[in-house]
């Protein structure tokens, strides 16, 4: 493919995607509109395979050793050639015609920096059949009538590199995500297609829906992207890894415990340097859990 002929550049941030890269990288490969873009799987500390597995698909790698997914997404955005920029994930898989609905979005839209997506749980229980309706269903319906999209997943998200300020690489969870939509909202009009999904993996879900709504998006997700855009700096990180199938109970302890104490102590006047505080909090967060897992197991 000669350079002058990309267009789009598909930025793919991987940590130890072995198990699924090379279905992404086959699923775009597959595209309806073709000869106009670049793959960039960027990675970022993998251990595994990932790495080696893209360069024998014949993509684009490059390394972003800064650990996490807005320093990966930084990097492949840097370095991308096209004057479209989409972001995506590793575990994720594509309809034929998904560029190309992309692609004609821009052509009937002159004055959009941007166009997002939704995005579908391709496997996992039954319920992850009705949980993107409630992530995107509203926003949809916010966007029919008002013009405004709200929300967006980073799995899902073209945007003119034009207009692209960088990613928040102070934030994790949320960052690459809620920070770039308002980023590009200042900078133009953002395309909401509810009709153009990606596929992604349903390993988020094998936690359980009370996990997942109360856990890994209350918590982790909005009240950490909050809490750490307030401060400058990581008060809550960002959710473990949904590959680690350790205690469920102990994961939703530690979280509920500081995490609720957190969000208090945002609203509440004190005198005690807040550093302070939020290390004393996770510490009897962990104490508390230990305690009661350890009385469950006797």
């Excluded at 890269?21 to 595209?31: G, H, V």
């Excluded at 709200?150 to 928040?168: E, L, P, R, V």
């Excluded at 980023?183 to 996990?211: A, E």
């Excluded at 997700?221 to 102990?250: H, W």
Aim: hydrophobic fraction near 40%.
């Amino acid at each position: 493919m000669r350079e002058k002929n990309i267009k789009y550049s598909i930025v793919i941030p991987c940590y130890n995607e072995a198990n699924y890269i090379s279905d992404t990288i086959k699923s775009l490969s597959d595209q309806s509109l073709k000869d106009c873009y670049e793959i960039i799987v960027v990675d970022n500390n993998c251990t595994d395979d990932t790495a080696n597995i893209a360069i024998r698909c014949g993509v684009r790698v490059v390394e972003e050793k800064k650990r996490g997914v807005c320093w990966a997404r930084q990097r492949g955005t840097e370095v991308a050639k096209g004057e479209i920029v989409i972001s995506t994930d590793a575990d994720t898989t594509f309809d034929h015609q998904w560029l190309a609905k992309i692609e004609q979005n821009f052509q009937q839209n002159s004055d959009a920096v941007a166009v997002v997506g939704v995005c579908k749980f391709k496997d996992g229980p039954i319920w992850g059949k009705i949980y993107p309706k409630l992530l995107f269903g509203p926003n949809y319906l916010v966007y029919l009538l008002t013009g405004h999209t709200c929300y967006a997943s980073a799995t899902n998200i073209a945007f003119k590199k034009k207009y692209w300020t960088g990613y928040d690489t102070s934030l994790n969870q949320g960052g690459d995500e809620l920070d770039l939509l308002r980023r590009l909202r200042s900078q133009g009009r953002v395309i909401f297609d509810y009709s153009n999904p990606t596929h992604t993996s349903g390993r988020r879900l094998t936690r359980g829906f009370i996990y997942n709504l109360f856990i890994s998006l209350l918590v982790y997700y909005f009240l950490a992207y909050y809490l750490n855009k307030l401060f400058k700096k990581e008060i809550l990180s960002s959710a473990p890894a949904y590959r680690d199938n350790s205690n469920v109970i102990a994961r939703f302890l530690r979280v509920l415990v500081p995490g609720t104490l957190i969000f208090m102590l945002v609203f509440i006047p004190f005198a005690t340097p807040r550093h302070h505080l939020f290390n004393t909090i996770h510490s009897a967060g962990d104490y508390l859990t230990d305690q009661i897992l350890r009385r469950s197991e006797l």
